[in-house]
């Protein structure tokens, strides 16, 4: 079955400095593979996905993600960090139906001054 | 509507009670689906609609569970004889077609059961 696992719980951040944010998945073909951003009270937003060929995808708020087929991995990186980038980030993998996503449980993001 | 709407914001229910959420996509989104998420924890898959169908409802924990979506459009989440553990946020999302469409999810209903 497919499953998603993001290793950090949790991520400190100096503003300005680069993210690197984990996700490995498991999967028996080739993946859709997802990262959302839940802000605190906000619903899930969609950064960015891959579903097939450049393995670097490019999303919204400056976010890019690289597909690692050798290594099962699709982390988010972002160059500089804004204050406004704190929230929870889920990496999320397609099931082999479309129907559903599997998610992560998740990477908090704090961003200090 | 602007985005998938999701009533009420917050829902505290006694235990045993029969809670009904509802969730409004966005118009002309044929897909709907219901995801859990409880504390700590990532999204978890319940039911995926397409039309006014259920297509897949593996994720529903137990026979408590029921969801409609008689119109196509709004769904209705309803969960009999609440337990303490039934207590999460349950979030819906809609897409065009499918979730390798962009999924758009709303802000959730916070249940809590005591």
């Known amino acids: 079955a497919q499953s998603v696992t993001q290793p950090d719980i949790h991520i400190t951040v100096s503003e300005g400095a680069s993210l690197e944010l984990r996700c490995n998945y498991s999967?028996?073909?080739?993946?859709?593979l997802f990262w959302y951003v839940q802000s605190p009270g906000q619903g899930l937003q969609l950064l960015l996905k891959?579903?097939?060929?450049?393995?670097l995808v490019q999303g919204i708020k400056g976010f890019e993600a690289e597909f690692k087929r050798s290594q099962s991995s699709f982390n988010l990186r972002k160059p500089s960090v804004h204050w406004s980038d704190a929230a929870e980030y889920f990496c999320a993998v397609d099931s082999n139906t479309g129907n559903q996503f599997y998610f992560g449980t998740g990477t908090s993001l704090t961003v200090i001054p | 509507g602007a985005g998938v709407s999701q009533t009420p914001s917050n829902k505290v229910t006694e235990k045993g009670k029969y809670v009904e959420l509802r969730c409004d996509p966005i118009?002309?989104?044929?897909?709907l689906y219901w995801y859990r998420q409880s504390l700590g924890q990532g999204p978890e898959f319940l039911i995926y609609?397409?039309?006014?169908?259920?297509?897949?409802d593996s994720g529903l924990p137990n026979d408590r569970f029921f969801a409609v979506r008689p119109e196509g459009s709004v769904s209705t989440l309803k969960i009999q004889r609440t337990e303490r553990g039934d207590s999460a946020v349950y979030l819906c999302?809609?897409?065009?077609?499918?979730?390798?469409?962009?999924?758009?999810f709303g802000q959730g209903t916070r249940l809590t059961v005591v």
């Open positions: 999967y028996g073909a080739t993946p859709y």
């Open positions: 999302a809609s897409s065009l077609s499918g979730m390798n469409t962009e999924a758009f």
């Open positions: 118009s002309g989104h044929t897909a």
């Open positions: 609609f397409q039309g006014t169908g259920a297509a897949d």
């Open positions: 891959y579903f097939s060929g450049d393995t």
